[in-house]
């Protein structure tokens, strides 16, 4: 027989309810009849206890501790993925970078690896992103505005000038053609002398996410998923400190997801690369340990905490539940963050600085391992040299004078943290759940149910601002007469015609017919479902084959995706 009995601390609660805290809210109105976080489902109580936290009032409340928080380091990693987390190193400083041409974006790097920055992060322009050269009619308008115009293994060459491939990581935000772009890089190492065994990085060649959210495509669904596990074979055997894939909650958040959403369908994503693989016969505890994470961090300081602890605990239950995964890196859900682009106003700009901060702390006091903050001034333009001082100034204060790197997960125990953690969990996995009844994420993306309960998110978000039940300081309340910022920076339509220039001058100096005959055996290779790509790309680069011709001519084998079941 259950005894009903409340404990004590439930009775104490119970009157505290109704003779405290009932009698204050009759004569003074809370600010709201109903508080919740950014995810509408999750309900915020007044007040939170160990009755809040699963199983924590039950016999047996220290094996219920290890099943579900554990220590740093070991499984379920909800506490972090290393033993002693920042005590041993700080996360790394990786400011997103990169803008008009090669040599510019580079001037850029070397200022933030004088200013402490520890590893780079590369933004490619419009063009580079959809696999086109700077000279392609597409491209008009759009190269170097957005990232760095990178059309062929020279603009590579001057990207990475004087940097050292064997001391500095390299990230890289490339989706479509991102096999092409990581073998720019293995070649530019080489003739660095650098091994691509030695090479660091990570490559975010995270196409679900850009059907999703983004827009970056090329290829049909087949033929990308392709391109991604010939990436992960690739490394395996030769790039093997290189991270595969940053599968990524950014830019579905960016879109307008909710916290819940971006964990539930980021790692539904991971699931659904994880199955691609073993499906063309690699084996998980060989590609695993190389992926990894991206996610976005928000306004909702203590729900963005809880969000990273309750990625970490579920993606290590589905890697080894799911999966059958042996080792324990594979479980280790290791992720980036970068601070809400989409939070960032155009009015009163310096505000983007406290709301950075913020934002910056969660991801720490969330266990990230990699972090960018953005500038205040990237609502209005790509942020300028000040800009991004303060910005990865922000870091190195948390860092350095703020004392949240000096504990491992310093808020676990908090009866709220905990709480919410496990809300978001259990709603995330419902979510995958209802996924896996559509037959995956893949299928979910091609009938468009991933989009539509973004959509739907974001409609609520949007009319809570413009209703005033969501505040944005600065937007829709605490409004200031307010000149417009200056010193913005713009990125000239002249570098398009120094990138063309360039490419022609390559095209007129290259061994011609040794690039016809390597693009000739990638479409060759492409008609082959079992034949690998990626080291004739490291051929093709080194060729000097641009990135237009060899996406040209997959675009010839495979076609381009077109969205018609978007609704």
């Known amino acids: 027989m259950i005894d009903s009995t409340p404990s004590k601390l439930q009775t104490v609660r119970n009157t505290w309810q109704e003779k405290v805290l009932s009698p204050l809210t009759r004569r003074f109105r809370e600010r709201r009849e109903r508080f919740t976080t950014s995810s509408d489902a999750i309900e915020v109580q007044t007040v939170y206890t160990p009755l809040d936290v699963a199983g924590i009032d039950e016999p047996g409340v220290e094996e219920t501790y290890l099943r579900q928080q554990g220590l740093p380091g ?66 008009e308008g759009e190269v170097g505005k957005v990232g760095v115009s990178i059309s062929s293994l020279a603009d590579m060459e001057t990207l990475l000038d004087g940097i050292p491939l064997d001391k500095v990581s390299i990230s890289m935000t490339i989706n479509a053609p991102a096999a092409v772009l990581l073998a720019m890089v293995i070649a ?25 959210a983004r827009g970056t495509y090329i290829y049909p669904p087949a033929a990308s998923m392709r391109l991604i596990t010939d990436i992960f074979r690739y490394c395996t055997s030769d790039v093997q400190r290189w991270n595969t894939i940053s599968i990524s909650g950014y830019h579905i958040r960016e879109a307008g997801s909710t916290a819940v959403q971006e964990v539930a ?49 579920l993606w290590a239950k589905i890697m080894r539940e799911r999966f059958g995964a042996k080792n324990p890196d594979s479980w280790k859900l290791r992720f980036h963050t970068q601070t809400g682009g989409s939070t960032l106003t155009a009015q009163q700009p310096d505000n983007n600085i406290v ?17 960018h903050t953005n500038s205040k001034d990237e609502a209005l333009s790509l942020p300028t040299e000040h800009a991004v001082e303060v ?15 000096d504990v491992v ?17 259990e709603q995330a996995a419902a979510y995958i759940a209802k996924i896996d009844e559509l037959g995956g994420a893949l299928s979910a993306v091609e009938e468009g149910y991933v989009q539509r309960e973004i959509q739907d998110a974001a409609y609520r978000a949007q009319r809570a601002v ?102």
């Open 74 to 139: 070991e499984y379920p990693f909800t506490r972090g993925v290393q033993p002693n987390m920042y005590r041993g190193r700080f996360w790394t400083m990786r400011q997103y970078a990169g803008f008009g041409n090669a040599k510019e974006s580079n001037e850029r790097y070397k200022f933030l690896i004088a200013q402490g920055q520890t590893g780079l992060s590369v933004a490619f322009d419009l063009p580079t992103q959809i696999g086109y050269d700077a000279d392609h009619s597409f491209a």
């Open 188 to 212: 530019v190492g080489k003739k660095q002398g650098v091994p691509a065994s030695e090479l660091r990085g990570t490559v975010q060649n995270d196409i679900l996410k850009e059907y999703i």
């Open 265 to 313: 369908f980021t790692l539904a994503n991971g699931i659904e690369y994880v199955r691609q693989a073993i499906n063309v016969g690699l084996d998980v505890d060989n590609f695993a340990p190389q992926l990894s994470f991206f996610f976005n961090a928000h306004n909702n300081f203590l729900e963005e905490i809880a969000k990273f602890r309750a990625a970490r605990r």
């Open 355 to 371: 709301r950075v901060t913020m934002q910056a702390l969660a991801a720490v006091l969330g266990g990230t391992q990699s972090l």
């Open 391 to 405: 910005a990865l100034r922000t870091q190195q204060i948390i860092a350095y004078e703020s004392g949240s790197a």
């Open 409 to 425: 997960d310093p808020l676990g125990g908090s009866y709220y943290i905990e709480a919410l953690t496990d809300q978001i969990e």
């Open 466 to 567: 413009e209703k005033g039940d969501q505040v944005v300081v600065g937007v829709n309340r605490f409004h200031t007469d307010e000149a417009a910022m200056g010193d913005l920076l713009r990125v000239n339509e002249s570098v398009r015609t120094a990138q063309v220039a360039a490419l022609q001058k390559l095209r007129t100096t290259r061994d011609q017919a040794a690039v016809d005959a390597i693009l000739q055996r990638i479409d060759q290779a492409a008609r082959d479902p079992q034949a690998a790509l990626m080291p004739l790309f490291v051929e093709a680069v080194g060729a000097y084959a641009t990135l237009g011709e060899i996406c040209d001519t997959m675009r010839n084998v495979f076609g381009e995706y077109t969205p018609e079941n978007w609704v």
